[in-house]
């Protein structure tokens, strides 16, 4: 029975450490506006020059909040975050290589054929 107190008490006391109800409907409304945000700025056609960079840092922002707080990765252990962001890190490496190679596709020689 001792154990069971030290239960309720560990369950409680790992409770505290996740957001609540309030916090979750105030990261729904701000990911709510930033999809807003999306959605009017691709419609102004003066930033057209920015509109890539500007959307992929909103998403960003919304990938952010969306993992920290509805994955509860912000709450959890140091390890998990540090796993999910290698591979996080080595994915946007292997989609910057081969952007950069679409993008450099022309300057390379092709191989000869065999």
Same mark, same amino acid.
């Given at each position: 029975?001792?154990?069971?107190? !030290?239960?309720?008490? *560990? ?6 450490? *996740?957001? !609540? ?20 700025? #691709? #419609? ?34 140091r390890l998990y975050r540090f796993m999910f962001a290698s591979g ?15 993008? !450099?596709?022309? #300057? ?7």
């Open positions: 029975m001792a154990d069971h107190g !030290t239960h309720e008490h *560990h369950e409680s006391a790992h409770e505290g450490a *996740h957001a !609540t109800n309030q916090m979750y409907v105030r990261i729904a409304i701000i990911l709510a506006i930033i999809t807003l945000v999306e959605v009017v700025i #691709y #419609y102004i056609p003066t930033i057209r020059s920015v509109l890539v960079p500007a959307l992929i840092v909103l998403s960003l922002a919304k990938f952010l909040m969306v993992v920290g707080y509805f994955m509860h990765l912000k709450f959890d252990s996080l890190v080595i994915t946007l490496g292997v989609y910057l290589a081969l952007l950069a190679m679409q993008w !450099t596709r022309g #300057y390379w020689f092709p191989l000869p054929a065999a």
